[in-house]
């Protein structure tokens, strides 16, 4: 057995070595965020297709690379170790199977999506439910609750730069260096994406994935060696999971999972599984592709991740075996703190700077994606179908840059006024808002039954059950509201995932409305669609010309 390396007990001053590769590979990034307004550039940025979804070029391995920098966040590097470490598998765990359940969801209905949004010029999964329901007020709703829910998702990046930062001694206890961090990442991240688009997080996506599988394998090599053997990491873990929490005199949290938190564990995993590709930048993402093809080899390929997950997750109870103390520079225990401060105790300075450049690049990428794709639903199904309707594609394309800075500044002011203890909670708010968008969507590929009326009313209901339940949730310590995204399923008795709850009396509610309204045959909607629109792949002559019409109207040649 090796000797165990002693804890640090925080950070303390600046790791100026750290702190300098860091610098290094984000001023590397940033330029690369800049050159990529020239990668694949058609002959204008001015439409929301090239800036905001890259020209609908991208394909397979640079989707899959963009696809893993949108889905593998700073959340991966920051909240789920993070949980582990404070909490056990039940908050944290669960991401490694909720992945794996998610890839083959996508393989069955995202090639559909691609297919009609590509026919019919969709840019958002508003604008396919405006398409395929003829109701602006579904529409308008889709993309209300995918640009909410998209908020705390880009407020997670922000923390998980602020995080690297902090532990490499840049920071302070006053208001203004506390929060500089992420003021500078506001900045950088506001101009690469408003002058590149989409193409920016593409192009440093490459970066992103190459640092996080070095520092990853790496770090699970390296490390358990270092504090004892996996052994040790797995009884430390244990031990303290064990351990009464003096707040709640209950233990800690969970090691394994036993039979009272089955229905957690397991709604968690497959509510989050169905609410990943419901956001808009899952969604942008993967109408970037250049065919439908493309989005099921990715859906095949993208697993590799999971496995890269499961090993990350795992590091959050390597830090409890070495001991990691997780201290701000303001003195506090900061649990979103522990990776970085755990790469800062055990690596060389140099390796931890690259792992901090990891986890900082590992938030840009699926930051810039994020802003962009709440861009592009406010531009296409806000500003166009209620203040602008006939607003040019050149309009659309300035309004979204625009956008996209306010969209990110919200995000600034959401981390800087809410707990960043509850990181975490914050995505999964998030995740309970845009799971009630589902059946919408994703229904809508297969049938036209559900009416539009009754998915409007089950949505409705749907978001008001989940935020006023997960706003009673009380966090132990803090006593603050939104504590968590687990509470008392009705009927059953058993602690689970709000948002699945929600869903459940969304789809229900959902379905009986439909069944009156189409039995008394109330008006169902436009549906612009046809079927073989489910089925179009890139060189079917209708996507050409539908997209040729958009480079002429863009471009303005005769």
Do not use: C
């Amino acid at each position: 057995m090796n000797t165990m390396v002693p804890a640090a007990t925080g950070t303390g001053g600046v790791n100026g070595v750290a702190l300098t590769v860091l610098i290094l590979l984000f001023a590397l990034v940033t330029g690369m965020g800049f050159w990529a307004t020239r990668w694949r550039r058609a002959d204008s940025m001015e439409s929301l297709d090239e800036w905001g979804l890259g020209g609908r070029r991208f394909g397979t391995w640079v989707t899959w690379f963009l696809l893993g920098g949108d889905l593998y966040t700073a959340y991966t590097f920051v909240a789920v170790p993070a949980a582990m470490f404070a909490l056990g598998a039940v908050s944290g765990f669960f991401a490694v199977p909720y992945t794996i359940v998610l890839y083959p969801i996508i393989f069955i209905f995202m090639a559909r999506l691609w297919s009609v949004s590509h026919r019919h010029g969709y840019v958002t999964p508003a604008d396919f439910v405006k398409g395929r329901y003829g109701s602006r007020g579904l529409s308008l709703a889709v993309s209300i609750t995918g640009i909410l829910a998209t908020m705390p998702y880009i407020a997670l990046q922000l923390v998980g730069i602020q995080a690297v930062l902090e532990v490499a001694g840049v920071g302070g206890s006053n208001a203004l260096a506390k929060d500089l961090p992420l003021f500078i990442a506001f900045a950088l991240l506001a101009a690469y994406t408003y002058s590149s688009g989409l193409r920016a997080p593409a192009v440093i996506a490459f970066v992103k994935d190459a640092l996080i599988y070095l520092v990853i394998i790496v770090a699970v090599i390296y490390l358990p060696s270092k504090v004892g053997g996996w052994d040790h990491v797995f009884s430390a873990a244990e031990g303290k999971m064990a351990k009464p929490n003096p707040v709640t005199s209950k233990p800690t949290g969970a090691f394994i999972p036993n039979a009272q938190q089955y229905w957690a564990y397991a709604t968690l995993a497959f509510g989050s599984a169905l609410a990943l590709f419901m956001y808009p930048h899952s969604i942008t993402a993967t109408l970037s592709s250049s065919s439908r093809n493309t989005i099921r080899r990715n859906a095949s390929i993208l697993p590799a991740y999971s496995f890269v997950l499961g090993l990350l997750a795992l590091l959050g109870w390597v830090a409890i075996a070495a001991g990691t103390k997780p201290i701000g520079l303001d003195g506090k225990p900061n649990a979103q703190l522990v990776i970085p401060q755990l790469f800062e105790d055990m690596f060389p300075s140099w390796f931890a700077g690259v792992a901090f450049a990891a986890v900082a690049i590992g938030a840009l990428v699926p930051a810039a994606i994020m802003s962009i794709a709440a861009a592009n639903t406010f531009t296409r199904n806000i500003y166009r179908d209620f203040i602008k309707p006939d607003a040019t594609h050149a309009q659309e394309a300035k309004i979204g840059k625009l956008v996209s800075l306010l969209v990110k500044a919200f995000a600034l002011v959401f981390v800087l006024t809410l707990d960043k203890q509850n990181a975490i909670n914050f995505q999964l708010l998030g995740g309970i808002w845009i799971l009630q968008t589902f059946p919408a969507i994703v229904f809508g590929l297969y049938t036209r039954w559900f009416h539009r009326w009754a998915l409007l009313v089950g949505w409705a209901i749907g978001m008001v059950y989940g935020t006023v339940t997960a706003y009673n949730v009380i966090n132990p310590a803090t006593k603050g509201h939104f504590g968590g995204s687990l509470d008392m399923i009705p009927t059953i008795g058993k602690m689970g995932y709000i948002g699945m709850t929600a869903f459940v009396i969304n789809l229900v509610i959902a379905a009986v409305l439909s069944f009156v309204f189409n039995a008394m045959k109330v008006d169902a909607g436009h549906d612009e669609t046809i079927k073989g629109d489910y089925f179009a792949d890139a060189g079917d002559p209708r996507v050409e010309k539908n997209l040729g019409m958009d480079a002429h109207l863009t471009t303005g040649t005769p």
